[in-house]
């Protein structure tokens, strides 16, 4: 049949199985928001270009799908950035279909024209400028298939205006057929002589743990993760992206690992003998000084990234492959070996771990203000723990990855390795798109929320229940932190004086705004947003100079850890 490019990308969409698409129109991409107009497919219409990718991604997060967003050329392209380079370090599949100017203008300085392929070949896994029709479809296939295969990520497709309104013959393509690139072939089935290897450690081994990253949810490993820990007798941390993959109510679950990790799961890390590594590349925020992270250690890392290994820690037992393949086959190996009855002799570690548990644990002294780590905690028990998450960047983000005890995974959304302000806004109205029968809740800061407040009327333009939780310091409160430590409390340019009234700013925008002030109020604020079927922002007033503890200052080893 004969379609114009834009249908052509229509039909690409609904091949993969595409029902939701964020994005922002303009010139570059009429031709191809009408053909849009003309299906199924949803469209959420953003406040911000840079919400459309956030959002996105935390539909791709909540769903366990490719997140797709569509934005215009010039500015609408350049405004993805952010969100791309976020989705690209945190390994999320998204496709970013762009607009370009008609292919006789490229490189002329032409109105809204810029090299959105060069700008983003950094951030994305593959890039494409598209300019021969008969080109389009394949190449949208294989964005599809690069964004979620291997270690997933961005794939970014710019369409020039022309070739979305050319004409050409289009085809279905052939049943059951695979994509075949000739230098792009991830690795799922891991060696077995490793996975044999990682069984002997474990022989060995008086004093195991296991450290689980974002690889682990993404492969959807939690379920293999979470028998092999309980079978080896093995405790578990894991990275910020990897709350979720084990139960954070688990008794083996030591909590968050690194500069705000708790005491005992940086401990146990220093003290080990033995480290599986699942899905982690061994982040500077995780590891501290990196000479002495696990010092005492024989370090096994599953990772389908061959990259990731050895990039900042050596490890003695590389295992490259998906990992939930290979915790399939490690769980098989134990079985096999009898090695559950070789693991009851943990007791000795484990009592170690529970001294650390109850010597060290997190806490936090309630007093007459607001406590941030009271309103997170109270969140927790009302909802059970089965709302899914998001954060803004800060100590907000550090605050619900310690109190929040994520059960299970795919319910913690942040912008882990780039640290965007300003991402958890979108990525809950993505995530509530994604699962509009869960409670979906944004926890902010006052400064944060502000960087893409706009997206207010997003989600109540679409009826979406988002709870927002403002922790309200007047502070940009993680940078004033640092300030107070190491800076002799000189807040350079981190006192917020004029903050907006957010109850009031929340009605402007059509949802429901709460405030507390007091402790006593903050249960029942909390109760009326989870009551209400519309957005809602909920204001808690805190204390000013509350700091998020266990910290390790940059640089430090990880045991070197500033206690409350």
Same mark, same amino acid.
């Given at each position: 049949?004969?379609?114009?490019?834009?249908?052509?990308?229509?039909?690409?969409?609904?091949?993969?199985?595409? +029902?939701?698409?964020?994005?922002?129109?303009?010139?570059?991409?009429?031709?191809?928001? +009408?053909?849009?107009?003309?299906?199924?497919?949803?469209?959420?219409?953003?406040?911000?270009?840079?919400?459309?990718?956030?959002?996105?991604?935390?539909?791709?997060?909540?769903?366990?799908?490719?997140?797709?967003?569509?934005?215009?050329?010039?500015?609408?392209?350049?405004?993805?950035?952010?969100?791309?380079? =976020?989705?690209?370090?945190?390994?999320?599949?998204?496709?970013?279909?762009?607009?370009?100017?008609?292919?006789?203008?490229?490189?002329?300085?032409?109105?809204?024209?810029?090299?959105?392929?060069?700008?983003?070949?950094?951030?994305?896994?593959?890039?494409?400028?598209?300019?021969?029709?008969?080109?389009?479809?394949?190449?949208?296939?294989?964005?599809?298939?690069?964004?979620?295969?291997?270690?997933?990520?961005?794939?970014?497709?710019?369409?020039?205006?022309?070739?979305?309104?050319?004409?050409?013959?289009?085809?279905?393509?052939?049943?059951?057929?695979?994509?075949?690139?000739?230098?792009?072939?991830?690795?799922?089935?891991?060696?077995?002589?490793?996975?044999?290897?990682? !069984?002997?450690?474990?022989?060995?081994?008086?004093?195991?743990?296991?450290?689980?990253?974002?690889?682990?949810?993404?492969?959807?490993? =939690?379920?293999?993760?979470?028998?092999?820990?309980?079978?080896?007798?093995?405790? !578990?941390?894991?990275?910020?992206?990897?709350?979720?993959?084990?139960?954070?109510?688990?008794?083996?679950?030591?909590?968050?690992?690194?500069?705000?990790?708790? /005491?005992?799961?940086?401990?146990?890390?220093?003290?080990?003998?033995?480290?599986?590594?699942?899905?982690?590349?061994?982040?500077?925020?995780?590891?501290?000084?990196?000479?002495?992270?696990?010092?005492?250690?024989?370090?096994?890392?599953?990772?389908?990234?061959?990259?990731?290994?050895?990039?900042?820690?050596?490890?003695?037992?590389?295992?490259?492959?998906?990992?939930?393949?290979?915790?399939?086959?490690?769980?098989?190996?134990?079985?096999?070996?009898?090695?559950?009855?070789?693991?009851?002799?943990?007791?000795?570690?484990?009592?170690?771990?529970?001294?650390?548990?109850?010597?060290?644990?997190?806490?936090?002294?309630?007093?007459?203000?607001?406590?941030?780590?009271?309103?997170?905690?109270?969140?927790?028990?009302?909802?059970?723990?089965?709302?899914?998450?998001?954060?803004?960047?800060?100590?907000?983000?550090?605050?619900?990855?310690?109190?929040?005890?994520?059960?299970?995974?795919?319910?913690?959304?942040?912008?882990?390795?780039?640290?965007?302000?300003?991402?958890?806004?979108?990525?809950?109205?993505?995530?509530?798109?994604?699962?509009? +029968?869960?409670?979906?809740?944004?926890?902010?800061?006052?400064?944060?929320?502000?960087?893409?407040?706009?997206?207010?009327?997003?989600?109540?333009?679409?009826?979406?229940?988002?709870?927002?939780?403002?922790?309200?310091?007047? /502070?940009?409160?993680?940078?004033?932190?640092?300030?107070?430590?190491?800076?002799?409390?000189?807040?350079?340019?981190?006192?917020?004086?004029?903050?907006?009234?957010?109850?009031?700013?929340?009605?402007?925008?059509?949802?429901?705004?709460?405030?507390?002030?007091?402790?006593?109020?903050?249960?029942?604020?909390?109760?009326?947003?989870?009551?209400?079927?519309?957005?809602?922002?909920?204001?808690?007033?805190?204390?000013?100079?509350?700091?998020?503890?266990?910290?390790?200052?940059?640089?430090?080893?990880?045991?070197?850890?500033?206690? !409350?």
């Amino acid at each position: 049949m004969k379609l114009t490019g834009a249908q052509i990308l229509m039909k690409v969409f609904e091949e993969e199985g595409v +029902d939701t698409i964020f994005g922002y129109p303009g010139g570059a991409v009429l031709d191809i928001y +009408d053909a849009l107009d003309q299906t199924d497919i949803r469209h959420i219409l953003v406040r911000h270009e840079q919400g459309a990718v956030h959002a996105a991604d935390g539909y791709a997060r909540a769903a366990n799908r490719t997140g797709v967003c569509l934005v215009t050329s010039g500015p609408g392209a350049t405004n993805t950035v952010t969100g791309i380079a =976020s989705a690209y370090m945190d390994s999320i599949p998204m496709v970013v279909i762009t607009g370009q100017v008609s292919s006789h203008l490229i490189g002329n300085d032409a109105f809204q024209e810029v090299d959105i392929v060069g700008i983003t070949r950094p951030c994305t896994k593959h890039n494409y400028l598209v300019k021969d029709i008969e080109k389009l479809a394949p190449t949208l296939r294989e964005a599809f298939y690069i964004a979620r295969s291997g270690r997933p990520g961005p794939v970014l497709v710019d369409i020039p205006k022309d070739v979305s309104n050319m004409i050409t013959t289009y085809s279905k393509p052939v049943e059951n057929s695979k994509i075949e690139m000739r230098a792009y072939k991830p690795t799922y089935k891991p060696n077995p002589k490793q996975l044999q290897k990682v !069984v002997n450690l474990l022989k060995k081994a008086k004093k195991p743990m296991i450290f689980t990253g974002g690889g682990a949810i993404l492969s959807g490993a =939690s379920e293999e993760l979470t028998a092999f820990a309980r079978k080896t007798r093995i405790p !578990v941390t894991g990275s910020l992206m990897g709350l979720g993959s084990f139960p954070g109510t688990d008794p083996l679950w030591l909590g968050m690992l690194g500069m705000h990790g708790t /005491y005992r799961a940086n401990m146990a890390t220093s003290t080990c003998d033995c480290m599986i590594a699942v899905g982690v590349r061994f982040d500077d925020r995780v590891t501290g000084k990196t000479d002495v992270f696990a010092k005492n250690a024989t370090i096994a890392q599953i990772d389908i990234d061959p990259t990731s290994i050895h990039k900042n820690i050596e490890v003695s037992v590389p295992v490259v492959g998906d990992c939930k393949l290979a915790l399939e086959e490690l769980n098989r190996l134990i079985e096999k070996e009898n090695l559950e009855d070789l693991c009851q002799g943990r007791d000795a570690w484990l009592d170690q771990i529970k001294d650390w548990r109850e010597t060290k644990p997190l806490v936090f002294a309630q007093g007459e203000a607001i406590k941030p780590q009271y309103v997170i905690d109270k969140f927790f028990e009302l909802t059970k723990g089965e709302a899914i998450i998001t954060t803004e960047v800060g100590q907000n983000q550090m605050w619900a990855a310690q109190y929040y005890h994520f059960a299970k995974p795919n319910h913690f959304i942040t912008s882990g390795g780039l640290g965007v302000m300003g991402f958890g806004l979108p990525a809950a109205i993505g995530a509530q798109v994604a699962c509009p +029968d869960k409670i979906v809740a944004d926890i902010a800061g006052d400064g944060s929320i502000q960087m893409n407040i706009q997206e207010m009327a997003t989600a109540v333009q679409y009826g979406l229940p988002v709870k927002i939780i403002i922790l309200n310091n007047r /502070y940009l409160g993680m940078v004033r932190q640092w300030q107070e430590l190491f800076y002799q409390r000189r807040y350079a340019s981190t006192t917020l004086d004029h903050n907006p009234d957010f109850v009031k700013l929340a009605e402007a925008f059509g949802a429901l705004g709460l405030r507390a002030t007091k402790p006593e109020e903050v249960e029942d604020v909390l109760k009326q947003g989870l009551a209400s079927p519309k957005t809602v922002i909920m204001e808690f007033v805190t204390e000013r100079e509350e700091n998020v503890y266990p910290m390790v200052p940059a640089g430090k080893a990880i045991t070197d850890m500033l206690l !409350v």
